[in-house]
């Protein structure tokens, strides 16, 4: 059954901690896409990666980092120079130029 | 630069009434445009989308939308609302050469009344 899986759908960060996320597809997509989203403001892009070993910085990448090691995977990082990374993220994969697909979603908090 | 204004935030309608969700997009080149559904603390779930062919774009769960150019407006529509249809629903729009980089709109909650 493919798909877009995200873990874990819940995580808890300690301040000064960097934190992963975790996106897997087995869609066969080449794009993959991180969004963040904030109650009242939609969503808004991380980081994008087109292909394998290649990524692109989204409206918003201060204090977050990508890696693009393998196709079906793209993985996030929290850095501690985010100072308000509190919200519900949100991993997409397509077909390049073509439509966007989500995963679950990682609710992050601050503890 | 692409934009999209959803107009109302929190949208509340009757049981088996009509649903109009507003959106209305700027962009610099013939868009791509798309509705999205959000169940609570659930990703986003794709409706419909307007990629240059028929005007008229129809989705899943008996919604539907059209695309005007003269008005740049992208509403989407239900003509008899069902409980299920309580959620969150996103507008968004492409940059230029495809759906690779979309930018959404603010968001409509949905609510339906017994």
């Known amino acids: 059954d493919g798909g877009i899986t995200q873990s874990p759908k819940y995580l808890f960060r300690k301040e000064g901690q960097n934190v992963t996320l975790s996106c897997e597809q087995n869609l066969n997509h080449d794009a993959m896409y991180w969004y963040r989203q904030d109650p009242g403001q939609g969503l808004r892009l991380i980081y994008y990666s087109q292909i394998v070993n290649d990524f692109q910085k989204g409206d918003i990448a201060e204090g977050y980092s990508v890696s693009r090691e393998k196709k079906e995977s793209f993985p996030l990082t929290v850095t501690s120079a985010q100072k308000n990374p509190t919200a519900f993220y949100l991993c997409?994969?397509?077909?390049?130029?073509?439509?966007?697909?989500f995963g679950p979603g990682t609710r992050l908090l601050v503890l | 630069a692409q934009s999209v204004t959803q107009l109302g935030s929190h949208v509340s309608v009757s049981e088996g009434a009509l649903v109009l969700l507003r959106c209305n997009y700027s962009s610099s080149v013939p868009p791509y445009l798309f509705w999205y559904v959000q169940y609570p603390n659930q990703g986003l779930q794709l409706l419909l989308k307007y990629t240059s062919a028929a005007t008229l774009v129809k989705g899943i769960n008996g919604f539907e939308a059209e695309f005007k150019k003269s008005e740049t407006s992208f509403h989407l529509t239900k003509p008899s609302a069902h409980m299920s249809d309580a959620a969150e629903y996103f507008c968004a729009v492409s940059g230029p050469g495809g759906a690779q980089k979309l930018v959404f709109g603010q968001g409509t909650r949905l609510t339906i009344n017994p």
């Open positions: 997409a994969s397509s077909v390049w130029g073509e439509t966007q697909y």
